[in-house]
Each structure stands twice: as structure tokens, then as C-alpha cells.
């Protein structure tokens, strides 16, 4: 059993990558869920999560509101994908399960001092939190067994030719995390383009028939309109999952220890994940890069779990 804090910006893809937790009992301890602003602002993901931990029939999970705003940039979301709730294509009731007081930065740190084995952090969202959790109380630092997150690229960018959407929003706090010296293991763009929502694999999750399975589907259907045609795709990548089933079963994954270093300065690289993929430096590895995925065994297991929750 893996104690971990999913730390999320939801967004439909965040909310399948809850719901893959909630659906893997067995082999995850979901501690907490912690949110950030990023896709949308923080009134709305903290709403969103516990929008999903409802869904899954998990309201007794303790969601909790982080930062408001990047730590240093100003906050840009990302409606245009994700529309005016973050949850667009899936029409979730508003939450009754409270949100917790305790601000999500001060209950990571409150959780990784007080758990004796040290618990997982699984950003799916901006490091935001993550970061001022850190500087906040650097003590926490041994007590991260470790950090897996989507975020980043080996190649191409997103919402830059050069960064993808969760470093570019907070580069400043990505490069804190990517320094901490903490186990990090970094689920990229590179990966996340393998896994890719096709009509066929949406149609099998539709088929469960189960109001979470229709939800995840309305939701990725939404979501991935505008991807898959952006990126000319046969269906949208489906990023934050990937971490959760890193999780679960990383040897549908495969990458390598290589250094990764954040573009802080110029504004023309922003947020770029510089990943010394060839080993061009003698910067010693901070990272896991993950480059390949077995797609169709990630969207078995993916359906297969969903079809547990009742919801
Ligand atoms: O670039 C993809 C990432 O940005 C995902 O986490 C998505 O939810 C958005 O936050
Ligand atoms: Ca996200």
C-alpha cells in the first residue's frame, strides 16, 4: 500500500487520474487531495476534486485548497480546453463534502512530517504547492519517498513551441522541485502523446455503463476535442492518469535517469524542461524521464479499474 497525496488541478484529466486511485484501494492510500490553480482558478479545482471524490463515491477523502497563483508569473488557465467549469462534457453535481480549512500547503507538510515511511506526491497540476511546501519547511524533504508528476517534455512543447502547461505556469516552482534533490520520476508530453484517447478506447470506457464511466467519457470527449485536432492526432493525449498508473504498474513504462534542468530566465524558453536525454553534460541525473508507455495495455488497466467504481 503507497501513502500518496494527489496534488491536482482538475481539469477532466485530473479527475481520471482520482479516479484511478480511488479505483486502486488495494495498492494506494489516497492521504489527501490537495489543489492548485492551473487549468482553471483554485475556487474551481478545489471544487472540481471534490466534485470527482463524490462521483467515485468518496467523500470521505480530505480535499484541500493550495495556492491561488504561481509563485512568481501571473496565473493563466486554460478555459479554451478545459471550458468554464474545468470540467466541461460531464455535468457533476455541486459538492456537499466540505473543503477541508487546513490550506493544502501547511497538510502536506503537517502529513510528510507526521508518516513515519514517508508518502509519495503525485502533481498532476502546477508544482506550485509542492514548492512552497518546501521552502516552507525544508524538513519535509526526506520524508517524500517520492515525486511523480506530469509535466514537461523531452521535445516539443505545448503551451509553448519550447514548455508544456504545468512548468510554464509555475517555472520558478518547478525548478525548486527539480533541485530539492527529492526521487523524481517526470511523466512528459513525450509519453503522454503515446497514450491517446481514440474513439475505440473511449467507446469501451462508455461501455461500462456505470455514471462514472459516462462521466469519464463525456469529459474526455470534451476535452480531447480540441487536442486531437490541434495536435493532429487519433485521439487527445491523456496526460495525468499516466502518473497514477505509473504507480500501479510501471512496467507499462520505460525511461531513463538523465538531468533535467527549468528555463527560468528567458521568456522565449520559459518552463522549458531541459532534459539532458544523451547525456550532453556532466549534470548529474535529478530525474526519471519517462519516454514510452504500452498504450494499450495503460487503457485496459484504466478500463478495467474504472469499471470498479460503482458511482
Ligand atoms: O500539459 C498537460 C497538463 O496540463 C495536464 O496536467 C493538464 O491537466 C494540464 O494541467
Ligand atoms: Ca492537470
Sequence with gaps: MIPIIIDCDPGQDDAVALLLAFAAPQELEVVGVTTVAGNVALE???ENARKVCELAGRSDVKVFAGCPRPTVRPLRTAEHVHGKTGLDGADLPAPTMKL???HA????????????????????????????????EPRILPKISGIVLM??????????????????TDPHAAETVFTAGVKLTMLGLDVTHQALTTPE????IRA??????????GMLEFSGKRNAERFGLAGAPLHDPCVIAYLLAPDLFAGREVHVAIETASELTMGRTVVDWWGSTDRPANATV??????DGFFALLTERLARLEG
Excluded at 151 to 168: H, L
Excluded at 208 to 217: F, M, S
Excluded at 290 to 295: L, N, P, S, T, V
Aim: aromatic share 4%.
Design 105 to 136: 500547503v501547511d497538510f502536506i507538510i503537517a502529513t510528510l512530517l507526521g508518516h513515519e515511511d514517508g508518502v509519495t506526491l503525485c502533481p498532476t497540476g502546477p508544482l506550485t504547492n509542492i514548492a512552497v511546501a518546501m521552502v516552507k
Design 201 to 204: 478506447r473511449l467507446a469501451a
Design 151 to 168: 509535466g514537461g517534455a523531452i521535445g516539443a512543447g505545448s503551451t509553448t513551441p519550447a514548455a508544456e502547461f504545468n512548468i510554464y
Design 290 to 295: 519517462i519516454d514510452r508507455i504500452d498504450a
Design 44 to 46: 474551481l479545482t478545489a
Design 100 to 102: 477541508q480549512d487546513e
Design 208 to 217: 461500462i455503463g456505470t455514471p462514472v464511466a459516462a462521466a469519464v467519457a
